[in-house]
């Protein structure tokens, strides 16, 4: 008996050190500006940029968690450090809860590598000077 748990110890341990290492995905912050609407019943809006960088090929952006709304991130800037930016509706739409608790100027990105999903909470996010629309 003392035997097999032995082997199945060691062949756990194999598994392990052989899986691929999951690549570093950092954030250097982002910035967000509310755009108030002209009209009473306009929407108001809110434009998201965050700075990201990846230490390997593979990496994709795909929806960020901020102010309780859930929207889809597109990609835009340099290969080095590349901003993706996001627009959420503050004024339409269910409350979507973040998966991790977040502070007043934090969001969470939702990206995946090899088909699975990972998340990176991004802190530093300042807030720009409102944009009011006509």
């Known amino acids: 008996m003392l035997l097999i ?5 060691c062949a756990n341990k194999k598994i392990t050190e052989e899986s ?3 690549p570093m995905l950092t954030s250097q912050g982002g910035t967000f500006q509310r755009i108030v609407p ?3 019943d306009g929407e108001q809006t809110v434009k998201l940029a965050i700075n990201i960088s ?6 994709s ?3 960020v968690y901020f102010m309780e709304r859930k929207a889809a991130m597109r990609e835009a800037g340099s290969p080095e450090v590349v901003t993706f930016k996001a627009k ?4 339409t739409g269910a409350v979507q809860k973040s998966p991790i608790e977040l502070g007043s100027n934090e969001a969470v990105v939702v990206w995946r590598y090899e088909g699975k999903r990972r998340l990176l ?3 530093e996010i300042e807030e720009k000077e409102a944009l009011y629309a006509p």
Do not use: A
Request: proline residues 4%.
């Open 121 to 123: 909470k991004v802190s």
């Open 54 to 59: 990846s230490s390997v090929e593979g990496v």
């Open 88 to 91: 959420l509706n503050l004024s």
């Open 38 to 40: 002209g009209m009473e």
């Open 61 to 63: 952006v795909d929806s």
């Open 5 to 9: 748990l032995t082997s199945i110890g």
């Open 20 to 22: 691929t290492p999951v």
